[in-house]
């Protein structure tokens, strides 16, 4: 694990998921105000790098399974 | 308070719904038979021998709880499409176990922490301070006890249609709950969790899908909304988007220092273990809070207009409507209560089984470090009773909202991150260090309640202050 390189990740994705740059609800994405449509796929793409994250960089010391 | 007077269920269905619930009892008696040896680390940590499925389904039952089920579609009702900030507030959580949970167990494994306060003591030496890490976590827990007490008893008037009063259903689940949880401790909560997740996760899918089935999903909710009130489709001002930023933070510093999750991070069978199940653990918002979420927004589709109060049962309204429309039968209407039910109760047995531990650990054991291992098992089991009735009590007595509860308990919690995250991390933090940061909070907290700012969740903006005094401590220590 590098938990400074994970920090860093984990916090830029996680700080993109607030839907900073909407500025009304007028917008349209797929049928829904663009903001809602940005935060539920900020919010997939955020669990999916968690995902990402978990299988390239946590090296188990004690893998005995 | 739920209004309707009719029953969600039948007496048939009544009936079901009680004989699962005296099944965990079955279960826990089980897990006693099962016991290895009469320690605290075999009843609090199953004896930290928790295999991949379990692990995964007692986190995911523990993390999921009333507050997903009732409050967060109950907040989804009052705040719109703003509530999706709940899906990566639960997401932010699985972001801190994925630095912190790695180097922890390892250290648990060496040093054979019990409570998450033994690491605390471990890293600063100091019994104060140990103390007031294991007080934060007591009364975060008390307070998430209460959360679900209060759920648990919304459901069962809205499942009899009031013929099991509030009262009557919080203290008859709770007595349950005590029962398994002191005849085999995290062995019996952990069996019982892995029921429970099961049926949560099969319940919220179920539901979704005849919602979507039955309404129409996104674009209903969006249509329906539009019409009755337009104002929740607005993006957030800067102040929500900060807002939003400061209850993520709540989750990422917050729900992941929950002690019964650091607990069952000690309980892991291996690392491997532990890594596959929080691997998983980081898509269950996605199918959890998402799904929740879209069930408060359907209730605000079909129902506008409902005060604070009977917003909270929003989930129940929504069951109500699919069953009288005829898309949902006896069986799944049971499916979906048995849900939220055992939602409720695997996070109220974990949550109460870490207050003991903490009691017996870190307050008693510390101050008389000769007790034998089973006499400090015996006075866990008699303290998990004394805590129960004791939150059984409040949870009857208090009128604040499910919501509201969730914050001040993750604003209590959130004071124990510094602790955890710099301490693992710098190695040269000193104990001063912890003890500025706690002063710091008070003070800092005080201030803002006096001037009442509402912007930031007032204990995110401590805990943030107090890691830049702690931080500014290090580098003063590294310059001498």
Redesign the interface.
Known sequence: ?I?KK??LI??F???L????W????NTQWF???A??TY??F???T??CI??W???KY?H?????? | MIQNDSALLGPGGIAFLGLYVLSLILIGWLGKKARAENSLSDFYLAGRGMSMSVLFLTLYATQYSGNTLIGFAGRAYREGFHALVLVTLLSGAVGAFILYAPKLYRLSRKFNFITPADFIHHRFNDNKLTFFAACLCLMALANYVLTNLKAIGYIVVAVTGGAIPFAYGVIALSLVMVIYETLGGMRSVAWTDALQGSILMVGILTIFITIQGEYGGFAFIYDQIQIADPSKLISPTFTQKLTWFSTVCLGFFGISLYPHAVQRIYSARSERTLKRSIQVMAFMPLVTTLFMVLVGLTALALFPGLDRQSSEGATLLVLKDLSARGAIGTSMMVLFLSATIAAIMSTVDSALLSMSSIITKDFYARLKPNSRQAYLTRLGKIISWAIMALSVYLAIALPQTIWRLLEIKLELLIQVAPAFFLGLYLKDLFLKASITHYGKVFEIYHLHRINNIQILHTKVVNALVSKLVLIQYFLFQVQQ
């Open positions: 694990m938990p994970i920090l984990t916090w994705a996680l700080v998921t607030v839907p900073w909407f500025l009304d609800g049928g829904l105000p903001w809602v935060a539920v900020s919010a997939i955020y669990s968690l995902g994250i978990i299988q946590w188990p010391e004690d893998d005995t399974e």
